[in-house]
């Protein structure tokens, strides 16, 4: 009965092992256009595509290739709060480089599925124009992360650029894993229990 348990509960654990990371290189859309809903599984709000050479590349160079995206939605006013929106239930891993031109830094903030605060983390620069570096969101927990907020730090438009947005879940395999170690360990306890 024991050694029974003890598979289900590996059964389970290894489930966390296999995740799937999909990156979002933001080449795919023209200079200037709004992103919300074209890649799949994320929706994003305040995001704008930016191309090399259409825009000021010398102060926020892309992490790769020639795109990205800069917290804006359009109207060019102050304030503009980018979110970005994982439609997987299990996202547990949310990694993106950044550029902060002007050197004040960045904030994000990351809800869970229920909209309950997970934290909020800021990256600060080099100190110099273009300050860039690698922001890397490790939250585990019951919840997964639902949404993140990013804005640069004196809420400046245009303020931050994101590039190379990876985002780590579950494979669906892994969940059925997880989801016939928990009905194995309930079913071992449920008999132990009746013994």
Known sequence: MKKLLLFAVLLCLSSLVFADTTTINFEQYSAYSQITNQYSGVTFTNAVQVVVPDYNYLDYPPHSGTGAIVNDDGSGFSGDLMTISFASLFVHNVNFWYADPNADGIVVTAYDTGGNLLGTYTGMGTGAAPSASDLDFNVYSTSSIGWITIDDADQTVDGVLVDDLAI?????????????????AIGTLRRKSKA
């Open 168 to 184: 780590t879940a579950p494979e669906p395999g892994s969940l059925v894993l997880l989801g016939s170690g928990l009905l194995m």
